[in-house]
């Protein structure tokens, strides 16, 4: 049986799930995002569901899913930057998404929608194959847990984005797809528990670091645990938000830990490090393709004024004055994630000098995004610099850590956790810390790393008020609406009147 799907509406949207040519190649990232399995599920070998599973992995860094459209509706919306680039270029509406204006014909939003949702297809096509597979029992459930894991970060991410959404679980047939039971939104609350139910499934059964069948970027029980402490973190369950994390920090899960230097984090030594929890794997493979699509380029500097140099890419994200100013004095993290333009010039770590203000187009750009450039990198194309994209370090578990336990009473132990990050920061050491400060460590410690619009909602829940007045302090105005993004209307369209848009959106 040839397991190869045509053009099937998943997810309320019309995308392409024809699963084309896993190579030969042993390279990682040679697997190409779709793969075509010519064999039946239950005769799957076990080097042929390896690349399976991998080439749902390769989804990461295909298309839109984290990449300029993902900047915009991260960084770019939330107070930690600006539009950045200049007034004339609103590529893709990013303007709108700067002003919390956006409404439900943004571009960008259906790009991510169907991204994700691919993701979701793409997971839920290998689970399929491996569910019905005779691998031995516990490889074949240590592969369905790292997909259960890929649709569970899928999930999150798209229910912190719209809220509820349609929830799809199966491989679904192309009559199904038009029915009601997969263009309806299912709850918030329905989203989160199957997202809690694949990270279950995970933590039990894929492997622990260094054991059998991982290796770098596959999920382990420490990013099972990571992860699903992040989720109890969103749903207030603040003791299973503690036990998670505190497996992670009491080294039950592996041997993690902060790198001595900060600003090693981004670099290209700093990738996969003992500070990863998981990270999205890119590189140079065969075809060039290997990277996020424009995700360094769409940040980088960008010539402006006088220009008189070959700039770095298009200068979009740029991080904003409340974010420079969130920081104390002394603290080494901001030189490590703005890059501030000098009036005579600025070198960055890797030698390249932007010139003078005068020449560039914005005041700051995001360091944590910089990657270095040079011919050989990705075959000399710009547009695919592999750049890791980091979504779960040790310092982030820490923070979990620190908040679920004081929530719990033990004000001591988020000391311990926040003085931990101190060091490398150039700051001492605390002795008591209320919630708000916690909240601050998370922003200067995770500032521009794509969380910070989803923490100020999921804060707002815990102290009303608060996201609108830091939108306010940016010089935005935040409504209740904004707490979710607006529904596509794209896919409101192809859903025949059974998806509904978010309140307060036309």
């Not at 492997?207 to 770098?216: D, H, I, P, Y």
């Not at 960055?348 to 944590?368: C, M, Q, T």
């Not at 969380?451 to 999921?458: A, C, E, G, P």
Request: contains cysteine; hydrophobic residues 40%.
């Amino acid at each position: 049986m040839n397991l190869i799907l045509n053009y099937k509406k998943i997810g309320c949207c019309l995308i392409v799930l024809i699963f084309t040519g896993i190579t030969s190649c042993d390279n990682y990232l040679d697997v190409k995002p779709q793969g075509q399995i010519d064999q039946e599920a239950s005769a799957l070998d076990p080097a042929t569901a390896q690349k399976l599973v991998i080439g749902v992995y390769n989804t990461m860094w295909e298309g839109n899913m984290h990449g300029f459209s993902y900047v915009g509706m991260t960084n770019i919306a939330s107070d930690d930057a600006d539009k950045g680039s200049n007034s004339g270029d609103d590529m893709p509406n990013s303007g709108a998404l700067d002003n919390l204006t956006m409404d439900a014909s943004v571009n960008t939003l259906n790009s991510i929608w169907s991204t994700f949702y691919l993701g979701v297809a793409r997971a839920n096509q290998a689970l399929s194959t491996l569910e019905g597979s005779t691998l031995d029992e516990t490889l074949k459930n240590q592969l369905i847990g790292e997909m259960r894991f890929l649709r569970a970060y899928f999930y999150f991410d798209l229910v912190r984005f719209f809220g509820g959404v349609p929830k799809i679980d199966r491989v679904i047939t192309p009559q199904e797809s038009n029915s009601a039971a997969f263009q309806t939104k299912a709850s918030v609350d329905d989203i989160y528990a199957f997202i809690i139910s694949d990270l279950e499934f995970a933590l039990a059964n894929v492997a622990a670091k260094g054991q059998a069948n991982t290796g770098v970027g596959r999920a382990n029980k420490a990013a099972a645990a990571g992860m699903l402490a992040k989720v109890m973190l969103y749903r207030q369950n603040w003791q299973r938000a503690f036990s998670l994390s505190d497996s992670i920090v009491t080294q039950k899960l592996g041997t993690y830990g902060l790198l001595d230097d900060y600003f090693q984090i981004w670099r290209e030594t700093g990738a996969n490090s003992i500070e990863s929890i998981f990270e999205v794997q890119t590189g140079e493979n065969s075809a060039c393709e290997a990277a996020i699509a424009n995700y360094a380029e769409c940040q980088a500097p960008r010539a402006g004024g006088k220009f008189g140099w070959a700039d770095l890419g298009w200068g979009f994200g740029t991080p904003s004055q409340s974010l420079s100013d969130e920081y104390e004095d002394g603290d080494r993290r901001e030189a490590a994630t703005i890059i501030t333009i000098q009036p005579n010039g600025t070198f960055l770590w890797d030698g390249f000098r932007i010139p003078g203000r005068d020449s560039v187009e914005n005041a700051r750009y995001n360091y944590k995004s910089y990657h270095s450039q040079s011919a050989e990198a990705n075959c000399g194309n710009r547009g695919r610099l592999p750049k890791n994209l980091r979504i779960l370090r040790y310092a982030e578990i820490l923070l979990i850590h620190a908040e679920a336990a004081l929530a719990l009473g033990s004000g001591g132990t988020a000391a311990t956790d926040i003085s931990a990050l101190h060091p490398r920061a150039g700051l001492g050491p605390v002795t008591s810390v209320t919630r708000e400060y916690i909240w601050h460590e998370r922003r200067v410690e995770l500032a521009m790393e794509h969380d910070r619009f989803f923490d100020l909602i999921r804060q707002d829940a815990l102290a009303p008020g608060r996201a609108a007045a830091a939108f306010t302090a940016h010089g935005k105005t935040f409504n209740q609406r904004n707490k979710v993004f607006p529904i596509p209307q794209r896919q409101i369209d192809l859903g025949a009147g059974n998806l509904k848009q978010n309140d307060g959106y036309n």
